[in-house]
């Protein structure tokens, strides 16, 4: 009897010991692919669908899902202010999120989860800079041909401010306004052309309001310089567009060196050698994956770095 019951207590011993090391590990183990795997299925189920099904998705989780009906409820204007912004900038956060907890997911790390994190404010500083640097160039499109045409009607015998009446300024934007009032109402034609021209991209508003200050003081020609001011800023418009054509070769080779360590990190899976183990789950690994993204980064900034400084030597 003794030795039963010996041998039944180092039995329990051995399981409760075994069952305890597997409720420890098994949180462990389980948590980070489950919390990547919500991630990454949350932020595929609002980018599957385009379109309105899509905004309703994405104001549903950003609490903007406004009550369409007459009675609002009680937390409507909270959720009215909490808006997600209309420049795609959430879009991409929640597809940084979905790269970042898959790759979590992988590597069973919340690592790349928390890396996603800390690079969606960078993307979206991207997408913000490309956005003004594209509503820039549609400003000063905007400002060529309004030289033109407001060129064309004073050739047409209309008076400048009737010109500028005809034409109308909404290429110009919000200070266009402005430039139509004082055009009618007989204001400062040339100070609201120059308060117009702070805008990025309409700085060549500034030549139009000389232009108009020489045609009045001097009774040259409008039409002749707002012709000059048209053709000179085509000219720059051009060498900037010839510029951007040769940097786009040494852009796309940074971005494919950029992109040569995920070909790496799939080559080597496909081999069997498992480098997000040994990336994430060892210290040199976690070593050497910190330096190389500081690397990675740094090169980033230096090519960014030579092409604004490029872009910004343009006449």
């Known amino acids: 009897m003794r030795r039963c019951e010996r041998a039944t207590r180092r039995r329990g011993t051995r399981h409760g010991t075994h069952g305890g090391s597997t409720d420890m590990n098994g949180p462990t183990t389980t948590l980070v692919p489950f919390a990547g795997a919500l991630c990454a299925g ?3 189920w609002l980018l599957t669908t385009s379109g309105a099904a899509a905004r309703r998705r994405v104001r549903w989780v950003l609490a903007d899902d406004r009550p369409r009906g007459p009675r609002p409820g009680p937390g409507a ?3 009215a202010r909490v808006r997600p912004p209309a420049d795609g900038t959430a879009r991409a956060v929640l597809w940084c999120l979905a790269a970042g907890g898959l790759v979590a997911l992988w590597g069973r790390s919340p ?3 928390v890396a996603a994190g800390l690079a969606a404010p960078l993307v979206v500083r991207g997408l913000r800079r490309r956005r003004k640097r594209r509503r820039a160039e549609e400003r000063r499109e ?3 041909g309004f030289c033109r045409a407001v060129a064309a009607e004073v050739r047409a015998g209309r008076q400048p401010w009737q010109a500028i009446t005809a034409t109308g300024t909404g290429s110009l934007g919000a200070a266009g306004t402005a430039v ?3 055009a009618r109402y007989g204001g400062d034609v040339p100070g609201a052309l120059s308060t117009a021209a702070q805008r990025p991209g309409a700085d060549g508003l500034r030549a139009v309001a000389a232009c ?3 045609a009045v003081d001097s009774g040259a020609s409008l039409a002749a310089g707002l012709e000059k001011v048209a053709e000179a800023l085509r000219a720059e418009q051009d060498q900037r567009e ?3 054509a040769q940097l786009a070769g040494p852009r796309a080779t940074a971005a494919l060196l950029a992109a040569l360590p995920l070909f790496g990190l799939l080559m080597g899976t496909a081999m069997g050698a498992r480098p997000l183990e040994v990336l994430l789950h060892s210290v040199p690994g976690l070593v050497c994956l910190l330096l190389g993204g500081l690397l990675e980064l740094a090169g980033l900034a230096w090519v960014a770095a030579i092409n604004r ?3 910004r030597t343009e006449p």
Request: hydrophobic share 55%; proline share 4%.
């Open 111 to 113: 690592l790349p989860l």
């Open 180 to 182: 139509l009032a004082a």
């Open 142 to 144: 905007s400002v060529i």
């Open 42 to 44: 949350g932020a595929t």
């Open 309 to 311: 400084s490029a872009e």
């Open 212 to 214: 108009w200050r020489v």
């Open 77 to 79: 204007r909270l959720r």
């Open 242 to 244: 010839e510029v951007r």
